[in-house]
């Protein structure tokens, strides 16, 4: 449940938060890994687990079908969309700038070295289920 913060509470509603931002250490650090592991072993299978655990949500897929986003972007109000469509080309813009290319070079007594960098086909993303949607994560 979403607690509500007033001019009652709010105090004490930003002291908890102040608190709660700087939790940090050992014990946070070991669920993590822990998380991390089964994640690493057991796929998929650990994902749904920990997704019903912490979201309460199991997904039927962990992929999205293209036409149910179709389907979506139609009922989107159109000025969302286009500040959508601005956001994302300013994120590309952004990042283009970060992009790694491969390269190879040969040294003076002969040997080859450099980098290959090959783009991912395919990634996964968390996001955490909202009462609102919150699509910037997700751009």
Not at 49 to 68: C, G, I, N, Q
Not at 70 to 81: I, M, Q, T
Not at 111 to 119: A, D, E, I, L, N
């Amino acid at each position: 449940m979403i607690k509500t913060v007033n001019s009652k509470n709010c105090g004490e509603a930003l002291s908890a938060m102040r608190m709660r931002a700087g939790q940090t250490g050992e014990a946070i650090e070991k669920a993590v890994k822990a998380v991390l592991a089964e994640v690493a072993a057991r796929g998929d299978e650990a994902v749904r687990e920990y997704t019903a655990k912490f979201d309460r949500y199991v997904p039927e897929s962990f992929e999205l079908d293209p036409a149910e986003m179709a389907k979506a972007r139609e009922r989107l109000d159109p000025a969302l969309l286009a500040s959508l469509i601005r956001a994302e080309a300013r994120i590309r813009a952004f990042h283009a700038n970060e992009v790694q290319r491969s390269w190879m070079t040969t040294s003076e007594d002969g040997s080859v070295m450099g980098q290959v960098v090959r783009g991912l086909s395919r990634v996964g993303v968390y996001v955490p289920e909202a009462p609102r949607p919150i699509p910037l994560p997700c751009l």
